[in-house]
């Protein structure tokens, strides 16, 4: 039996978690929860799961949920769920760079993490695998790329590895020009073709940005250089991910878009249960389509490649700046086209640091952000 704690337990990735431990409730036990503000989602769950204790991010909304279990407050209510002594497992759903420290003292209490935030590695990638070298936790990776990666390499000799191929459905814009991207609007962003997805990843699939991320993770989760991490565009999201050994034999990993897949191979590690997911026909996908990457129309993909070797502060620098950008596109108060203009235009103001502490990536992060937020009300950008 494993007992888990879901941060993010409202979004995306935590209600589809807990689908998946509905239906295993002999191998998965909830031990707590944490939203943002949904706390009327949460009630439910809570009802339903009977966690020993809840967290809410709004302490305004948490002061106004009623339970007869421990209701914590804040970044300091998330951390305190984070480190529960009753967990052995936390999955991290949560969405920003606020989800780096949770990993962080997760793994420091012994926790293994069933990781969704892709800011953790992003940021803080050298520190974090340091502390699980020390503390001998593991980091099972939620997205489906990643996960494919690593359900191919199992039982292989890392060393035997040549490269490894992340596919990308290229979002909805993959076919567009750049004229016509220029007035696309929030709405059209978020119309993924393939998966269902929270908003900002889903921007972020759209700018290629959230590819960007996952070649950074997979440098720190399987220890690549840049040099080994392809990205190839595969619009029918049925190959998540292929290895390229030194052979030249290539294996990958197939499934429908769906990313409970991901979830569950997570949770159960390293055993695989079984579910009543779609099964995949082949006959009725009839084709499977690969390209390349425009890197000239969607610059946030060579972006996080050039920040991803240079390492150090560019990454923090990157990602702050791109989660401000896609907040403004929400609410379409910038076009499509600014993101990456907003994220190279911040990148070139600040200052370089090679190997920057946890404290100076969380100060950095809140200036960025700050510094893009005003930047771009005062139409400096």
């Not at 990638?125 to 997205?143: A, F, S, V, Y």
């Not at 990205?231 to 999201?237: A, G, K, L, T, Y």
Request: with cysteine; hydrophobic share 40%.
């Amino acid at each position: 039996m494993k007992n888990i704690s879901i941060l993010g337990s409202t979004g995306s990735i935590g209600r589809q978690a807990l689908e998946i431990i509905r239906q295993n409730r002999d191998k998965f036990n909830v031990v707590a929860l944490t939203c943002n503000r949904n706390i009327e989602l949460l009630r439910k769950q809570v009802d339903e799961f009977k966690p020993l204790a809840v967290a809410v991010m709004d302490k305004e909304k948490a002061d106004q949920l009623d339970l007869d279990i421990p209701i914590y407050k804040g970044i300091e209510g998330i951390m305190k769920i984070a480190t529960l002594q009753e967990a052995n497992m936390i999955l991290n759903s949560l969405v920003g760079s606020i989800g780096v420290i949770p990993t962080i003292k997760a793994i420091e209490n012994l926790k293994d993490v069933a990781l969704a935030n892709k800011e953790s590695l992003v940021t803080a990638g050298k520190i974090i695998m340091e502390k699980l070298g020390r503390h001998k936790t593991r980091l099972l990776p939620i997205d489906s790329e990643h996960s494919a990666i690593l359900q191919c390499i199992r039982g292989e000799d890392l060393k035997d590895i040549n490269r490894i191929i992340l596919t990308c459905s290229g979002g909805p814009f993959i076919n567009k020009t750049k004229e016509e991207l220029e007035n696309v609007k929030a709405e059209d962003a978020l119309k993924h073709p393939t998966w269902n997805m929270g908003a900002k990843i889903t921007i972020d699939s759209a700018t290629l940005m959230n590819k960007g991320l996952e070649v950074i993770e997979a440098h720190w989760l399987f220890g690549l250089d840049y040099d080994k991490i392809d990205v190839v565009i595969h619009p029918q999201s049925i190959v998540h991910s292929l290895v390229e050994f030194k052979d030249k034999s290539v294996l990958a990993q197939l499934g429908l878009p769906d990313m409970k897949l991901p979830i569950q191979y997570a949770l159960s590690f390293p055993k695989r249960i079984t579910n009543t997911l779609e099964k995949l026909d082949l006959t009725n996908i009839g084709k499977l389509e690969f390209g390349k990457p425009d890197f000239e129309l969607f610059p946030c993909l060579p972006m996080a490649y050039e920040a991803g070797i240079k390492s150090g502060t560019l990454p923090v620098i990157m990602n702050a700046a791109n989660e401000i950008a896609v907040e403004y596109f929400l609410q379409n108060k910038i076009k499509f086209l600014d993101i990456p203009k907003i994220i190279k235009y911040e990148i070139n103001k600040f200052p370089y640091i090679k190997n920057p502490s946890l404290t100076e990536i969380i100060e950095l992060d809140k200036k960025v952000k700050e510094k893009t937020r005003n930047d771009i009300e005062q139409n400096i950008i």
